[in-house]
């Protein structure tokens, strides 16, 4: 049984869906990553030991008990979550940060505190990854690893907006009927941005034909707005595709079992770089805040330009 929270976490996190717009998903992480840290800290005061912080009851912590947090605290508590509990550091990562977003809103937002602890507080460093992705001879391979059973045609329209719009997985999941306007698909991204992109033959004909070929036939399609739906005629929900695609990753003998929704999002948006789209357009296609986020793609060209350079014919001089 899940433990009640403090009113001020539950003011936090209202804040962050009806104001800040985050997922609900969002807004699950930052309730866990807060919860265990005020359980760290009322089990420091109580002498609990470590494997008994999960037990730790948080609801009666009070404004004077957090206005009492240090620096020195929270980077403990960040100590504790590598030591004791092997998080990594992009996990440690997410937690300073929803920690820094935690105090500035009790002291810029509710005026609860004087002082922020969290404003120095600095993140682990994270070692750049290249993203993985399939290139187009291994992404044709996907694609006809698509079974002809009774949802290929959803299947294999789900995978076209996949490879050719570069989607997230919660993206795909919402679209409704209404999305689609002529050659446009309406997408509601994080933050419950919007964005609109331009739909190509590919996702067109897909689509029209998972019109045409399966979604009549699919209980309860008529009284539902949602675009993709399962056989009982509800939603699809992001571990359902997530299923999907593994299956599909398997039916198509890769032998890649790191290829789910996001790497197909990745492989949209390498591919598409790799074939002229500059980046400006593919922060828009992916729906990114900032470029820098989808500057990570630029890395494909790596191996091809240290081979231009190989190649050049001053390099055969000695």
Known sequence: MQQEIPRLLKDFLVYLTTIKGKSPRTRKEYEYDISLFLRFIKSM????????????NIKDIQIDRIREVTL???????EFCEVQRNNSAATRARKVATLKSFFKYLKGKRKLLEDNPADELESPKIGKKSPIYMNQVEAEQFIAGIKRNNHYYRNYCMIMLFLNLGLRVSELCSLDLNSIHDRTLRIVGKGNKERTVYLNNACINSIQMYFEKERPTIQGAKDNNALFLSQKGTRLTRQTVAKIVKKINVDSGLKNDKITPHKLRHSAATIMYKHGADI????????HTSVSTTQIYTHVEDK????VLESNPFNQIN
């Open 304 to 307: 091809e330009i240290q081979q």
């Open 45 to 56: 005061d109580e002498d609990i030991p470590a494997n008994k912080i999960e037990e730790v």
């Open 280 to 287: 400006r357009s593919l922060q828009h296609i992916l729906g």
């Open 72 to 78: 020195e605290d929270l980077y403990m508590f960040i």
